[in-house]
């Protein structure tokens, strides 16, 4: 079954990003992905993050579609110290990100992870 990117109208292909099976639209690079794939990719370290990565800009928050439902998807924020923000299925629990924004999140994900383990050694 495909689904198709909601920006592009174009059908979007089954990717594996760090192991995980994620849907991409080759033409804008958003991807489409459950809540369990986001937490096990942000739980590998296969890929290292420049630390400079900016945060994306999409200038004001645009409202998204669930491709897979087709209803409006929910703004929500991700992360404790990099606020990424991404767009949330309420009905599927399916995740929207842009491009740009998952480097966004792994990044604050390590950022997180190693002021947590400078503190065990204080
Ligand atoms: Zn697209
Ligand atoms: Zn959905």
Redesign the pocket.
């Known amino acids: 079954m495909s689904i198709q990117c909601k920006r592009c109208d174009t059908p979007m292909q089954t990717v594996f990003y760090e192991g995980v099976a994620v849907k991409l639209c080759f033409s804008c690079k958003g991807m489409f992905f459950s809540e369990e794939s986001l937490i096990a990719i942000e739980e590998s370290r296969e890929i290292e993050i420049p630390a400079d990565t900016p945060i994306p800009r999409n200038g004001p928050e645009v409202r998204r579609d669930?491709?897979?439902?087709?209803?409006v998807?929910k703004k929500r924020k991700h992360g404790k110290i990099r606020v990424t923000m991404i767009d949330y299925?309420?009905?599927?629990?399916?995740i929207w990100l842009d491009k740009g924004e998952l480097a966004s999140i792994q990044l604050g994900f390590e950022i997180a992870e190693n002021n947590k383990t400078r503190n065990q050694f204080r």
């Open positions: 669930c491709p897979e439902c087709d209803i998807m299925c309420q009905s599927c629990s399916g």
